[in-house]
Each structure stands twice: as structure tokens, then as C-alpha cells.
């Protein structure tokens, strides 16, 4: 695996800053985000979520056939083949504060060795649940890294400092 890991969420502010054109980078994104990366390199796909309700019908059937080799999902998941999420794993290294599809990307990205992690389109600040329970805990997993001697790149345009 490539040690610099970009983690890529949804917020527009710097989603699209992503080095998807850097080799050295492994670009890692959210499943219900993948249709946006049409063209871009995309090494991984994550879909930790244990309710897909609210996804719309045959989603996780587009996951497995759009990302299949790629795709990290939840022991929950509904269609057997996909690697499944090290939860226990990764639960260890915070005591848990796995509270959004970041800090699971983050935590996984921790156990695979990561030198570098990137968080573009990353704002916790969505609604309230993002920016009180979300966004502390993000912050928990930045700290971690960085005492760990992990390189954290957070772009400018990214209030997630602010």
C-alpha cells in the first residue's frame, strides 16, 4: 500500500482538491460519493453504514459492481464478496469514536500504515450531530495521528478548523 492516504469526503469546499492526479497518493472516498470521481483514480471505497435504508433501491448492488475489488463495507452489508470493516481492530486504537465514515477511513488508514493522511471535502459541519458529536471526534483521530508522527494535510479551504 501507499503510505500517503487521501481521505475524500463530500463537502464541497475541498472535495475536488484531492491529489487524484498524484501517484504517491491513494485516494479513498465514500461509497455513496463515487459516481462524483467519473475519470479519477479512486484506489478505495468505503460503506460502513449498517442501515441502507435511505439509499436508494439496488445501491448496494451498484457498490459491489462499480468497486467491487476495492469496496471496505460494514459485517452488515448485504451482499457477501466485499473486505469487511476491521471494527474491533479499529475500535481499539481511540477506545472507538468511530462516529463518522471519516474517522473509519482515518482508523483504517492508521492501521495500514499510513505515513501521510489528507482530508479533502471534510467539513463536519453539516448539522448538528456533524459538528457536535462528528467533528470532536475527528479531531481526536487528528490528534492521535499527529502525535503518532502522521503527516495530516488539511487544506485551507476546509473550515473543519475554523
Not at 465514500?30 to 436508494?56: A, M, T, W
Not at 453539516?126 to 508522527?149: L, N, S, T
Request: glycine letters at 8%.
Amino acid at each position: 500500500m501507499t503510505k500517503k492516504v487521501a481521505i475524500v469526503g463530500g463537502a464541497p469546499s475541498s472535495q475536488m482538491l484531492a491529489p487524484f492526479d498524484d501517484p504517491e497518493w491513494e485516494i479513498w472516498v465514500l461509497g455513496n460519493q463515487l459516481s462524483c470521481y467519473d475519470g479519477k483514480v479512486v484506489h478505495r471505497i468505503f460503506e460502513i453504514h449498517d442501515d441502507l435504508s435511505d439509499k436508494p433501491p439496488g445501491y448496494p448492488k451498484w457498490l459491489v459492481d462499480n468497486a467491487y475489488k476495492n469496496l471496505v463495507v460494514s459485517d452488515s452489508f448485504p451482499i457477501e464478496g466485499p473486505e469487511i470493516y476491521p471494527e474491533a481492530e479499529a475500535s481499539e486504537i481511540l477506545g472507538g469514536h468511530l462516529s463518522s465514515s471519516p474517522a473509519y477511513m482515518m482508523a483504517y488508514a492508521l492501521l495500514k500504515g499510513a505515513t501521510d493522511i489528507g482530508l479533502y471535502g471534510i467539513d463536519m459541519s453539516v448539522d448538528d450531530h456533524e459538528y457536535f458529536k462528528q467533528r470532536p471526534d475527528m479531531y481526536a483521530w487528528i490528534a492521535y495521528a499527529r502525535g503518532k508522527g502522521i503527516n495530516v494535510v488539511i487544506p485551507p479551504e476546509s473550515p473543519l478548523f475554523a
